[in-house]
């Protein structure tokens, strides 16, 4: 395949530029948010755990959207009475990166690029390409143990801008784009075995993991738009320009509380920057006073045991995201609900980071975060509450 001149060129200009990866930026920030003694501040209750299959490591990568997304696929099969299998998030996220890079270039550049996404681009891909195991297609080279899209990132965003920048885009610059994750993570696979059996990634999505992407909802809150209606989420990795139902502040953990009651898992999309949010003590919450205006003791103490939380307003959540102190960082599963020892509810999270923090990639989460930061939540329309349902018109 000959790829144009210019692509060439930077392709040539590119490679090996970027070294430094943000999603470990990210997660080495957090990673510093730590109490030595946090987890035996903590007495945790199970109310609800449903099942779910092993935490993972996303590498140095920035698909969390497409491990989380697909974890909860994984828990809908289990829900639904199937053996749960392993699904590919590396085929998921190549997949995305192919219709990302067309959107961008069908706007001129005039869009995000990127690694990130969000967890209903899961479902998106599942209707259009299909799915495979993780079996079939890990994106790893040889001796290679963890996925890193540190020299691809790059190279792929200058191929899109190049081709967004042209006055004329070549037509096979999309067979170009292609070849280069071809050449990091390998061809998807047309065909594959499986438990002894063949199938296309078609065929596995239909008959092995059997969801129907209708039947899920996206849902966020926003003071800006009226409520119990759809509207587009303007966020940069929503590319695709799905809508949301907007729904209150107080809806986000009652959809969360009745779903979990009913044995439906949630796909999370959040903001994890906050000093309050902390991956190794594996606890998230929001703190009475501003982190910056704590004493040093005070910030010592942050996770050695429940705190007090203030009341979250529509207004104080819409304002955190209009000011970008809300942002979207990270994609994680809910899977069930604990109390502490002060009989204080958290959702217990399953993250993607592997099994490195104080819970062993699992975290405890206040329904005050949630109210505060969440993004969005995506679940099973049969995991609404008639009340919701009704309020929604569905």
Same mark, same amino acid.
């Given at each position: 395949?000959?790829?144009?001149?210019?692509?060439?060129?930077? +392709?040539?200009?590119?490679?090996? =530029?970027?070294?430094?990866?943000?999603?470990?930026? +990210?997660?080495?920030?957090?990673?510093?948010?730590?109490?030595?003694?946090?987890?035996?501040?903590?007495?945790?209750?199970?109310?609800?755990?449903?099942e779910?299959?092993?935490?993972?490591?996303?590498?140095?990568?920035?698909?969390?959207?497409?491990y989380?997304?697909?974890?909860?696929?994984? =828990?809908?099969m289990? !829900?639904?009475?199937?053996?749960?299998?392993?699904?590919?998030?590396?085929?998921?996220?190549?997949?995305?990166?192919?219709?990302k890079?067309?959107?961008?270039? !069908? $706007?001129h550049?005039?869009?995000?690029?990127?690694?990130?996404?969000?967890?209903?681009?899961?479902?998106?891909?599942?209707?259009?390409?299909?799915?495979?195991? !993780?079996?079939?297609?890990?994106?790893?080279?040889p001796?290679?143990?963890?996925?890193?899209?540190?020299? #691809?990132?790059?190279?792929?965003?200058?191929?899109?801008?190049?081709v967004?920048?042209?006055k004329?885009?070549?037509?096979? *610059?999309?067979?170009?784009?292609?070849?280069?994750?071809?050449?990091?993570?390998?061809?998807?696979?047309?065909?594959?075995?499986?438990?002894?059996?063949?199938?296309?990634p078609?065929?596995?999505?239909?008959?092995?993991?059997?969801?129907?992407?209708?039947?899920?909802?996206?849902?966020?809150?926003?003071?800006?738009?009226?409520?119990?209606?759809?509207?587009?989420?303007?966020?940069?990795?929503?590319?695709?320009f799905? =809508?949301?139902?907007?729904?209150?502040?107080?809806? $986000?953990?009652?959809?969360?509380d009745?779903?979990?009651?009913?044995?439906?898992?949630?796909?999370?999309?959040?903001?994890v920057s906050?000093k309050?949010? =902390?991956?190794?003590?594996?606890?998230?919450?929001?703190?009475?006073?501003?982190v910056?205006? #704590?004493?040093?003791t005070?910030?010592?103490?942050?996770?050695?045991?429940?705190?007090?939380?203030?009341?979250?307003?529509?207004?104080? !959540?819409?304002?955190?995201?209009?000011?970008?102190?809300?942002?979207d960082?990270?994609?994680?599963?809910?899977?069930?609900?604990?109390?502490?020892?002060?009989?204080?509810?958290y959702?217990?999270?399953?993250?993607s *980071?592997?099994?490195?923090?104080?819970?062993?990639?699992?975290?405890?989460?206040?329904?005050?975060?949630?109210?505060?930061?969440?993004?969005?939540? +995506?679940?099973?329309k049969?995991?609404?509450?008639?009340?919701?349902?009704?309020? +929604?018109?569905?």
């Amino acid at each position: 395949m000959n790829v144009n001149k210019s692509i060439a060129l930077a +392709l040539a200009l590119f490679v090996g =530029s970027f070294s430094v990866h943000a999603q470990d930026d +990210l997660i080495n920030s957090i990673k510093g948010n730590a109490s030595s003694n946090s987890k035996a501040g903590f007495q945790f209750t199970e109310v609800i755990n449903l099942e779910n299959t092993p935490v993972r490591d996303q590498g140095s990568t920035g698909t969390c959207w497409s491990y989380s997304g697909n974890s909860f696929l994984e =828990s809908e099969m289990i !829900r639904m009475g199937k053996t749960p299998v392993e699904i590919s998030p590396i085929y998921t996220a190549r997949q995305t990166y192919i219709e990302k890079a067309k959107n961008f270039v !069908r $706007l001129h550049g005039d869009q995000a690029q990127g690694e990130g996404g969000q967890v209903h681009d899961v479902l998106t891909i599942f209707k259009k390409y299909g799915a495979v195991p !993780r079996e079939a297609y890990t994106g790893l080279q040889p001796n290679q143990l963890r996925n890193n899209f540190g020299d #691809m990132t790059p190279i792929l965003q200058n191929m899109a801008e190049t081709v967004a920048k042209s006055k004329k885009p070549a037509n096979n *610059w999309v067979q170009a784009y292609t070849n280069v994750l071809d050449s990091y993570l390998g061809k998807a696979p047309e065909n594959f075995t499986y438990q002894g059996k063949q199938y296309t990634p078609r065929t596995f999505a239909d008959q092995v993991i059997g969801i129907n992407p209708k039947d899920y909802v996206a849902i966020s809150s926003f003071d800006a738009y009226p409520y119990y209606e759809p509207f587009v989420l303007l966020i940069p990795d929503n590319w695709s320009f799905e =809508s949301f139902q907007n729904v209150q502040i107080n809806d $986000l953990t009652d959809i969360v509380d009745y779903a979990l009651s009913k044995g439906y898992t949630i796909a999370w999309a959040t903001d994890v920057s906050e000093k309050s949010f =902390s991956w190794r003590n594996g606890v998230a919450y929001v703190p009475e006073k501003p982190v910056e205006m #704590m004493t040093a003791t005070e910030q010592a103490d942050m996770f050695n045991g429940p705190k007090a939380e203030p009341s979250i307003t529509p207004a104080q !959540r819409q304002e955190a995201f209009d000011n970008y102190s809300t942002t979207d960082d990270h994609g994680m599963h809910i899977v069930g609900l604990v109390k502490d020892q002060n009989g204080k509810e958290y959702y217990k999270i399953k993250n993607s *980071w592997g099994e490195s923090n104080d819970y062993k990639g699992y975290m405890y989460v206040t329904k005050e975060f949630v109210r505060y930061k969440t993004i969005s939540l +995506l679940l099973h329309k049969d995991g609404l509450s008639s009340a919701v349902k009704k309020k +929604l018109g569905s």
